[in-house]
């Protein structure tokens, strides 16, 4: 296919450069330079997509990131992308796209029986029709919907691509390259300010590409392309192209994206495709420039319909007519300035004008150049339905109320131009209350509510002399205020055409007889009638019209439509646009992908990784790791081809009948010191602390304040004033910040020190009835016995030179001992513990073993201290000091911790002492019964008992106290489970504990 | 800003609470009513409000931070022990 509707000399792309690319399957050529949209009208397409609600025809209706229509599905590097806009995206070699929204294809879409069966959807059909019955949910609308309307497909492989952050400040930001972002930020940059200049498009210099004046005797654009390439060898100025700014957070906080590589066939090899900048400025300056407005009349959502500044554009910029016969319908000059342009491309405009007699210097050379002008008329309706074929004319009455005549003229597109809306979405996002401008009916920047100060188009000035004028001095005044430098640049002669007022009107009212649909937000079908539904229907608010409607709700955000939705409801209520408000503003301004704003943090990048130090080892050995918080954790030592289930049961039946060892380094320690040490234990732990002799352990409970479990562990008094804590791997974190809360704020008066010395220690627990004897060996000058070292007894060893703290504590119910040693010597004791171990037969043991051996025994973990639960229902309670105050003890005495039937740790048994329960299944009395069926409480923890080679659970059970020998059962609808099992007591190995005194 | 570090990032720090509840005494009555207050029952103000951070990735003290809980502006910090006025 040829360009047809390509210029041969106009425009800014590189006719030296010809691309091929695919559009739904068909291949076309474009130039480099170009958009995918100006490539498409280049070869004549017109028609994208379908809209969303109706599935019209849907065509090209911007140049920029306000779209509504052009939404493509992305195809790039065998990666593909939905939600892309055709008039953002960049021409590449290579490029495939394919329209959305449309099924089967886009000339011949289902979903357009829609458009027939419109007055079925007016507003607010999503929650009238849909809802009811509630069984069509399921079955008939939501496939429906999915498959006929949704807007492209994610991908669910794995993003290959990198992204980055960067954090970055500076003096000035400068949100937009046109005339007010280059002036501004040449004036700043000359003062010695450090600069950002943020330019959204590909190209500097917004409206100076495209507008017909003068600067300093040279075009608009010769003017920026010189401050361009200055400021860009200023080595305090970074200029940044195909970079939004979309969002303005707190403290002058503003968020950029960069899109570093979307616009090559693939992405450089190191390079990321797209960075997110944190940007902390000292001062912004907003020149986000202005969106024209549509005019609002019947079919004007049909392909060939587009804003007359877009037209202009990719008539100058690209070199592309978006048509031959072109119709331009305005209520300012600006139309005017669209229609001189195809004129002197020698296609003859036709204007109509909703103004009865304006008189300017634009409207004048539109004269001058022989234009076809006809005042005081307007479009009724656009006809043709893939395409504009021609359009309904008609005079139009001073009190533009009544139409006249209609007339039929023949037009291949319609360019309109209802004046301009300020982009105020940053001024707004920082805090700025905005304020309507009654001269430009719309709404532009108020006080400044952080550093931020809105220039030129966004601000409401219209004219390029004033703009250059105030930016020139905006920038200079706030980089003077931070640099103390004054270089004063000389302001250039500015030359440009003078307009006059634009006409109010902008919503052509219906002939008498015709029910043309009339568009306010073009993407998400939202018509004139819709607004008028909400608002017979009670909704006032303009927040409520929002949502009724979805007016401003799709991926455009309303960009073109909100403020004529706002005169609309205005002047249906009869109220000024001020008092009906607009809508809030958030970020993003536009659409951020969310590779962006994951970044680098992905995968193993996530979180960091924490190993022991005898982590190599493990590796070496086979062991299998898990994922405990952010350690790394061996779960179980792999042989042969072994299961998890059958490695854990060998790993923890032999700590059961020889000895085991396991890397326990991970367990939260804090390092304790300071005379009154031992008070600040007896008032965080809820049993006593105050009598606890030098060389002995202790095992202790701490409360939250609200008498939950926060956690457990042992804590050893080392010398008279110095005591080691141990925590729970997962809490250990939050223990010190609640041990240094209170040390800090409550009672400061206490004079003690804590430091975390999690990773200053090594440790590792051996366990099993032959882990005396090894430790013997281990330890050869010391005394060991159970006289020498009892349970819950702590002495210092020689561990052949190295100093080794031992402790006889127990988590797996058998006579075992935990040793710590500096980190360093961490591999080293592991290996001399193995070596030696060997003539017991020692094997080392994961968590999974690990976890068996503590379940057995009846010991918590952090699957019963899950936040929910208070030391009764772990049958901690006679370890709740009556005698003293310790934190949380007041809550315990409140009344659902008291009640009589109150939950308790219990044990499970499946009657077929084979079944496996799974963890998190409920208990219930009766299977049969009706749902919802009572549950009694639920399984923390499963494991299969070695030592009865059966499985065996705990759980926490309503009335648990009273329950043992219940047959009730266990049902998991998850899995499909329904086990009838036996309660007994959580002590299901040794319930005596006479295995740790042995 | 840590009145022990100076300016440091936001993400250093760890919000802990209301700086204007304090705890009961230990070891002295208290009604259920008090205790309630005590451990559930806050304001949630919109606005100027005193908060207690921690410097966990700093310092590791527990400041006092007057903060705007509407714009997030941090308008004073104080030590520990010093008292709001
Ligand atoms: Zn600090």
């Known amino acids: 296919m040829s360009q047809s509707f390509r210029l041969n000399d106009v425009g800014l792309i590189n006719r030296d450069k010809k691309l091929s690319f695919k559009f739904n399957g068909v291949i076309y050529y474009g130039y480099e330079g170009d958009t995918l949209a100006s490539a498409l009208i280049a070869n004549g397409v017109h028609l994208v997509g379908r809209s969303f609600k109706y599935h019209r025809p849907r065509g090209f209706f911007g140049a920029g990131v306000d779209e509504p229509y052009a939404i493509v599905q992305l195809y790039r590097n065998g990666e593909t992308e939905p939600n892309v806009k055709a008039t953002e995206q960049e021409l590449f070699e290579g490029l495939e796209a394919k329209s959305v929204n449309c099924w089967p294809s886009v000339n011949f879409d289902i979903g357009a029986i829609n458009n027939f069966l419109r007055i079925f959807l007016p507003a607010g059909f999503y929650y009238k029709t849909f809802m009811w019955p509630k069984s069509f949910w399921y079955k008939v609308y939501e496939p429906f919907i999915r498959k006929a309307a949704g807007l492209g497909t994610v991908s669910i492989k794995h993003d290959k691509e990198r992204y980055e952050h960067k954090y970055e400040y500076c003096d000035l930001l400068i949100a937009g390259s046109g005339p007010a972002g280059l002036a501004s930020a040449y004036a700043a940059a000359k003062n010695g300010a450090r600069v950002i200049l943020a330019e959204d498009k590909a190209r500097f210099g917004g409206t100076l590409l495209t507008s017909d004046v003068n600067i300093g005797n040279q075009t608009g654009k010769e003017w920026g392309d010189g401050i361009i390439s200055e400021l860009k060898e200023m080595p305090n100025v970074t200029v940044k192209n195909r970079s939004q700014v979309f969002g303005y957070y707190d403290h002058n906080m503003l968020v950029m994206s960069e899109r570093i590589s979307d616009h090559l066939p693939s992405t450089k090899i190191f390079h990321p495709k797209q960075r997110l900048w944190y940007i902390r400025a000292k001062e912004v300056l907003i020149s986000s420039g202005s969106i024209e407005r549509p005019l609002v009349f019947g079919n004007n959502d049909t392909p060939g319909v587009m804003l007359s500044s877009a037209a202009k554009e990719y008539l100058k910029v690209y070199g592309v007519l978006v048509g031959k016969k072109p119709l331009i319908f305005t209520n300012n000059d600006s139309g005017y300035e669209t229609a001189i342009e195809f004129k002197k491309n020698n296609v003859d405009p036709i204007i109509l004008d909703t103004r009865k007699d304006p008189q300017s210097e634009i409207v004048d050379e539109a004269k001058n150049l022989g234009i076809n002008i006809k005042f005081s008329y307007v479009v009724v309706a656009a006809q043709g339905y893939k395409k504009v074929k021609s359009a309904d004319i008609a005079k139009i009455s001073d009190d533009k109320e009544q139409l006249g005549e209609i007339e039929n003229i023949i037009c291949d597109c319609i360019c309109v131009s209802g004046f301009w809306t300020p982009t105020i979405h940053l001024a707004s996002q920082s805090g700025n209350k905005t304020q309507f401008k009654e001269e430009i009916d719309a709404f532009i920047p108020g006080e400044s509510k952080q550093n931020e100060k809105t220039l030129g188009a966004a601000n409401g000035i219209y004219t390029l002399d004033e703009t250059l004028k105030s930016s020139f001095e905006a920038g200079n005044k706030l980089s003077k205020k931070i640099t103390n430098t004054e270089n004063k640049v000389s302001f250039p002669n500015v030359i440009e055409k003078k307009s006059t007022v634009h006409d109010k009107f902008w919503c052509v009212p219906l002939p008498k007889g015709k029910n043309y649909k009339r568009f306010l937000d073009f993407q998400n079908d939202v018509a004139v009638s819709d607004i008028e539904i909400a608002l017979r229907e009670g909704y006032r608010s303009i927040e409520h019209v929002k949502r009724y409607t979805t007016l401003g709700m799709a991926t455009d955000q309303g960009k073109t439509s909100n403020l004529n939705g706002l005169q609309l409801v205005s002047k249906i209520e009869n109220k000024v646009v001020p008092a009906v408000g607009h809508t809030t503003f958030r970020p993003p301004y536009t659409p951020v992908s969310i590779g962006a704003i994951v970044g680098r943090e992905v995968g193993k990048h996530s979180k960091p990784t924490r190993k022991s130090p005898m982590h190599n080892w493990h590796k070496k050995n086979n062991a299998v790791f898990v994922d405990a918080g952010v350690w790394l954790r061996p779960r179980y030592y792999k042989q042969g081809n072994e299961t998890l289930f059958e490695g854990s049961k060998r790993e923890a039946k032999n700590v059961r009948t020889n000895v085991g060892v396991c890397d326990v380094t991970t367990l939260g320690k804090i390092d304790i010191k300071g005379p009154d040490a031992a008070e600040l234990l007896n008032r965080v732990y809820t049993n006593a602390w105050l009598k606890l002799p030098v060389g002995k352990a202790r095992y202790g409970v701490m409360l939250r304040e609200d008498g939950i479990v926060m956690d457990d562990g042992t804590t050893t008094r080392i010398s008279e004033n110095h005591y080691h804590m141990t925590t729970t791997t997962a809490q250990a974190a939050n223990v010190l910040s609640h041990l240094e809360y209170y040390l800090q704020l409550v009672w400061p008066d206490l004079n003690v020190n804590v430091v975390s010395t999690t990773e200053q220690w090594a440790g590792a627990a051996i366990a099993g009835p032959k882990s005396r004897d090894l430790l013997q060996k281990l330890f050869s000058n010391s005394d060991v016995s159970n006289e020498g070292l009892p349970f819950m007894g702590y002495m210092e060893g020689d561990l052949f030179g190295v100093r080794a703290r031992i402790f006889r504590i127990s988590f797996s119910g058998e006579l075992a001992y935990e040793l710590n040693v500096e980190s360093d010597y961490g591999n080293f004791m592991w290996e001399k513990i193995m070596e030696i171990g060997e003539e017991f037969k020692i094997q080392p043991y994961g968590t999974e073993a690990l976890s068996t051996l503590r379940i057995e025994m009846g010991h918590v973990a952090g699957s019963e201290l899950d936040g929910r639960t208070i030391p009764y229902d772990n049958s901690l309670e006679g370890l709740l000091s009556k005698k003293k105050d310790f934190i949380g003890k007041r809550s315990l005495t409140r009344e659902a911790f008291t009640s009589e039937d109150r939950q308790k740790i219990v044990g499970v048994i499946p009657l077929d002492k084979k079944t496996s329960i799974p963890e998190g299944s409920h208990l219930v009395k009766d299977s049969n019964a009706p749902l919802p069926n009572p549950k009694l409480g639920y399984i923390s923890a499963s494991c299969w008992s070695v030592e009865y080679d059966n499985p065996f659970s705990l759980a926490i059970l309503k009335d648990g106290k009273n329950m043992i020998g219940e047959k009730l059962y266990v049902m998991s609808p998850l899995k499909n489970k329904v086990i009838p099992v036996e309660i007994v007591s959580s002590h299901y190995v040794d319930p005596k504990g006479e295995r740790v005194r042995s | ?85």
């Open chain 2, 1 to 85: 800003m840590c009145p022990h570090c100076g300016m440091r990032s936001q993400n250093e720090f760890s919000y802990g609470g209301d700086a204007s509840v304090k705890r009961p005494e230990l070891n002295k009555e208290i009604s259920n009513q008090d205790w309630d207050n005590f451990v559930y029952n806050r304001k949630s103000l919109r606005g100027k409000h005193w908060e207690l951070w921690q410097h966990i990735s700093g310092c590791r003290q527990w400041i006092k931070v007057e903060r705007d809980t509407a714009t997030h502006e941090i308008f004073n910090t104080l030590k520990a022990y010093e008292e709001i006025l």
